[in-house]
């Protein structure tokens, strides 16, 4: 259980065009997905929040222009980064919480997408 | 500020030789306290959670303990297939189950 997907898993784009990432939670309902951004050999940076049928809540820092969430049913969340650049290049990791009172904190997290803008 | 620190930064150790990895947390507003696996070029596994100081959980060669200031990840006799890196975080009350994610510690088990 707790299984969750991210599509597609490697993805090269030209400076200049936007690309769509999807998560899903593929044996669960999900509270809240998160979006996060990892660089080499460094932690996830935590870019946003998001519940279903809301708006994302960005952590300082990040632009929401740049960075939409769309958190469109309890089962997917989709980010696209628009007008890509080399700069954000990076390894983007969607998270689940699943949805029952025991949960708390939990989050289970996808295999990642590795983003390469040349 | 809230942050978690983990260290040491990267461990060595010999097949069979135990060890234990350690993440320090600030106190205030703690919901659980989270280790993950990664493994390179994937997403974080998850591993165990921690609620209140005093709590262990055990998995495999792996043990998580956790106290007022700090966890413990023990690792028992490990094996190279336990090479990867360790994640601790730590959850925070109010609003969205947001997680505070340490560096990590990576570890490399030799045969």
């Known amino acids: 259980g707790a299984v969750v997907s991210q599509h597609p898993s490697r993805v090269i784009c030209k400076s200049g065009t936007s690309v769509k990432i999807e998560c899903r939670s593929l044996?669960?309902?999900?509270?809240?997905m998160f979006w996060y951004r990892q660089f080499p050999k460094k932690s996830l940076m935590l870019m946003a929040t998001?519940?279903?049928?809301?708006?994302?809540?960005?952590e300082q820092g990040v632009e929401k222009d740049k960075f939409l969430i769309n958190h469109a049913s309890l089962t997917l969340s989709t980010l696209t980064v628009t007008s890509a650049h080399p700069e954000d290049s990076s390894f983007y990791i969607c998270s689940a919480t699943p949805r029952r009172e025991s949960s708390y904190n939990e989050q289970f997290f996808g295999p990642g997408t590795r983003l390469t803008v040349l | 500020e809230d942050q978690v620190t983990q260290s040491p930064e990267a461990l060595r150790l010999q097949e069979g030789e135990s060890s234990s990895l350690n993440c320090s947390y600030t106190?205030?507003?703690?919901?659980?306290l989270f280790w993950y696996r990664q493994d390179p070029g994937k997403g974080p596994e998850f591993l165990f959670t921690?609620?209140?100081a005093g709590e262990e959980k055990e998995k495999e060669r792996l043990k998580a303990t956790l106290t007022k200031k700090e966890s413990f990840l023990h690792i028992t006799a490990p094996k190279p297939e336990d090479s990867a890196t360790y994640l601790c975080a730590q959850g925070f009350s109010g609003g969205y189950n947001k997680l505070i994610f340490g560096a990590g510690t990576r570890l490399a088990v030799h045969p």
């Open positions: 044996d669960f309902q999900a509270t809240t």
């Open positions: 106190v205030s507003g703690l919901r659980g």
């Open positions: 998001s519940n279903e049928g809301s708006k994302a809540t960005y």
């Open positions: 921690l609620y209140s």
